[in-house]
């Protein structure tokens, strides 16, 4: 029985993190012009209000978005992210967060395809709803890291793969990698995006090690911390990992991440790390 939901935390660290990334790549990918096939595994209701009851109860957008809504000083890449969130809210107010779906749907052209995956009978109709009107979109009620795998190698052979678990069952940092591996088996040049938590520092290092013993080349890793690590504090920190990323990705996280630790770390205890985890 699956407890998340997605409209408590919409707009965190976490999702600035994740967002800014997804940005970039499909930049990078918008470049070509050819189409695209988008694939959202755990794409959630898809559009957040700030003002629920949700998203009022621990304010978790004011850690992320909330604390970039404002400033001038933002680097590029967070730029392109935020002005996205601020074209979402047209009276200029910060009210609503679009999620990973709706990111996607905004940039992507009129040729490409994006299909989404969401398990939540409730979160999957409020999903449906938002994007019904949206040709290009399929959205399937069902668990995306088992039937996404029918849908590789797309057809335009040109993808992004959002992999964004909210990891509540125990074994899905094992599960993720098997998937992972099947996907890249199927389709070896798509671009992989993975996001993780950082709950327990150990889970971690089991998901690293897997995916530098997972013969799959080629994969970086982007992590933001608000605090040091503790078994106390739930989530502290959270990452991307990249597989076939975009060659501009690493340099532009070498530059961003610092920023970020800076601006969204708790009481100075911001951190990051941009790793090659598997050379390709
Ligand atoms: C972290 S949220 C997704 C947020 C979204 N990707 C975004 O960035 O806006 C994870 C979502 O995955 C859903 N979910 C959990 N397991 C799933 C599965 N196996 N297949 C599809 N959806 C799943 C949950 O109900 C939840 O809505």
Redesign the pocket.
Known sequence: M?S???AY??GNFA?AL??VV?IHALNYLKKKNKPLCYI???????DYKLNSSEAQKNQEFQSGIGNLWQREDLPACVSDYVKLIKQANHSGQLLRYP???L?ASQMLGDKDRLFL????TA?SRLLNEVVKKDKRIKVFR?????DSLGLLPPKENRGLI?I???Y?IKNEYQTVVDVLKDMHKRFATGCYLL?YPVVARKRNQYLERALQISGIKNIQLFELGIQADSDEHGMTACGMIVINPPWTLLGDMQQVLPWLAEALGQDQQGLYRVEQLVSE
């Open positions: 699956l998340y939901q997605h935390h919409a999702d994740k967002h997804l959202d595994t755990h794409a959630g209701s898809g999620g990973s779906p990111i995956y969401e398990l939540h979160e069902s668990n995306g890291l088992t959002l964004d678990p909210s509540e996001w």
